[in-house]
C-alpha cells in the first residue's frame, strides 16, 4: 500500500500526475482545494481521503466511476460536486463491489440524474454523509446492501425521489433524515429497515418488507405512506402527521403509533396496536382490520372519524373511541364488530344499513340512515 499526498505543497505530488500512476491499494491524501476532472474518472481499489477540517475544503469538480474489476473504492472527508449533467458517482451494472462513503458531500445537478446511481452488485456505506440536489438510486440490475448512518439526503423534488430502491437488495437507514421521498417499485424486492430517522415521505411498491422504529413521517399530505402490491409492513413507536393510504395486498402491522389519518382499499390486510388515529379511518372494499387499544379520534375536517364499506370488516378489543362531533359509517355489507374500553362520547351514531352488521359493546349506539 502506498500513501501519497498530493497538492500544490513543498513535497507533494501534483493531482493530474497522482491520477496517472494510480495503483491498487493506494490512498491518496488530498490537501484543501479545489481537483478538477473535467472528464471524469474511473476509480478500482483506491483510497482517497480530504485533509481539511471540512469535507467541502477539498473538492472534486467532475464526477466519479467505480472500475467494473474494483473490489473497493473509499472516499472519505471530501465533497465531489459533478460539473455536468452526469452522476456524481457512478457504479456498473457489472461491478461486484463495495462503495464506502464517510464523512463527505456529494452534490448533484437537480435533474432527473441521480446523484449516487448505483447498479450490479454493490455494498454502499453512507456514513456521515450528505447528498444534495440529487438522489441515492439503486436501479432495476442492484444487488445491494445499503447502510445509511447519520446521513442526509436533501432532494425535495415534486418529480422525482431522494431515495429510490429498486432491483433487489437490503437498506438499512439509522439515524438519518431524507428530505424527499423514499420510493421502491413494481419490480423492488427489498428489506427496508428505518430506525430512529425521519423522512418526508414513504411510497412502496413490489415486494417491499419495511421495518421502522422510532421514525417520523414529516409530510402532512393523504399519502405520507403509500403501501401497494405485496408490500409486508411494520411499524412500532412511530409518528405519521399526514395520512396513510394502503392498497392491493399490503399486510400491514402498526404498534404503538400514530398516525392523523388512515385510508385502506382492495385486500389489504391490517393490524393495528396501542395506536392513535388523530382523524379519519376508511376501511373500503375487502379490507380486513383487528384493531385492539386503538384510540379513534374524529375531527372537523371529516363526516366520518371510523367509516366501513363494501365488504370491509373490522374486528376490534377494546377501542377507545372519541367521535369529537363526526359520525361512524358502517355500510354495505361491512362488519363492525368491538369492544369499547372508554369514550368522551355518552353515545354513538353509526351510519348503517344491515343493523346486525354492527356489534358495539360497552358504548351505546343509534342506528342512523344514510
Known amino acids: 500500500m502506498r500513501v501519497i499526498k498530493v497538492g500544490a505543497g513543498g513535497g507533494e505530488i501534483d493531482w493530474h500526475d497522482a491520477l496517472k500512476d494510480l495503483r491498487a491499494d493506494d490512498v491518496l491524501l488530498l490537501e484543501p482545494g479545489f481537483y478538477n476532472l473535467p472528464q471524469g474518472i474511473t476509480l478500482a481499489d483506491i483510497t482517497i481521503k480530504g485533509t481539511g477540517t471540512l469535507p467541502e475544503d477539498t473538492t472534486i469538480l ?3 466511476s467505480v472500475s467494473p474489476d474494483s473490489c473497493y473504492v473509499t472516499l472519505e472527508n471530501l465533497c465531489i ?6 452522476n456524481s458517482l457512478f457504479v456498473p451494472v457489472e461491478a461486484n463491489t463495495y ?36 438522489s441515492v438510486s439503486m436501479f ?80 402532512k399530505e393523504d399519502t405520507c405512506l403509500y403501501i401497494s ?19 392491493k395486498k399490503a399486510h ?17 390486510k391490517i393490524t393495528l396496536s396501542n395506536t392513535v388515529v388523530l382523524a379519519h379511518a376508511d376501511f373500503q372494499d375487502n379490507v380486513s382490520c383487528t384493531a385492539r ?29 372519541n367521535s369529537n362531533g363526526a359520525d361512524m359509517a358502517v355500510q354495505d355489507d361491512a362488519h363492525l364488530s368491538t369492544s369499547v374500553l372508554a369514550s368522551e362520547d355518552a353515545s354513538l351514531k353509526v351510519e348503517c344499513n344491515k343493523k346486525p352488521n354492527v356489534h358495539i359493546l360497552g358504548l351505546r349506539w343509534t342506528a342512523k340512515r344514510k
Not at 109 to 114: L, M, Q, R, V
Not at 252 to 268: E, G, P, T
Not at 296 to 311: E, I, P, R, T, V
Request: hydrophobic letters at 40%; aromatic letters at 8%; glycine letters at 6%.
Open 99 to 134: 462503495l464506502s462513503l464517510r464523512n463527505c458531500v456529494i452534490k448533484g445537478t437537480n435533474s432527473d440524474t441521480a446523484a449516487i446511481a448505483a447498479n450490479g452488485k454493490i455494498t454502499l456505506e453512507l456514513y456521515s454523509t450528505k447528498i444534495v440536489n440529487g
Open 252 to 268: 400491514v402491522l402498526i404498534q404503538n403509533s400514530s398516525f392523523n389519518r388512515m385510508i385502506a382499499v382492495n385486500k389489504a
Open 229 to 247: 402490491d405485496d408490500c409486508w409492513i411494520n411499524v412500532v413507536s412511530s409518528s405519521f402527521n399526514g395520512g396513510i393510504y394502503i392498497d
Open 140 to 219: 432495476a440490475d442492484a444487488d445491494f446492501r445499503l447502510e445509511m448512518n447519520d446521513t442526509y439526503i436533501d432532494y425535495d423534488s415534486d418529480e422525482y425521489c431522494a431515495l429510490a430502491l429498486e432491483g433487489r437488495g437490503t437498506a438499512i437507514i439509522n439515524n438519518s433524515h431524507i428530505h424527499g421521498s423514499v420510493n421502491t417499485f413494481a419490480q423492488t424486492n427489498a428489506e427496508l429497515d428505518i430506525n430512529n430517522s425521519v423522512v418526508d415521505y414513504l411510497l412502496l411498491h413490489g415486494q417491499t418488507w419495511m421495518n421502522m422504529l422510532n421514525s417520523e413521517v414529516l409530510s
Open 62 to 64: 467532475g464526477y466519479v
Open 81 to 86: 460536486n459533478t460539473i455536468k449533467d452526469r
Open 293 to 321: 387499544r386503538v384510540t379513534f379520534n374524529g375531527d372537523s375536517d371529516y363526516q366520518y372519524f371510523l367509516a366501513l364499506s363494501g365488504n370491509a370488516k373490522l374486528d376490534g378489543h377494546d377501542l377507545i373511541l
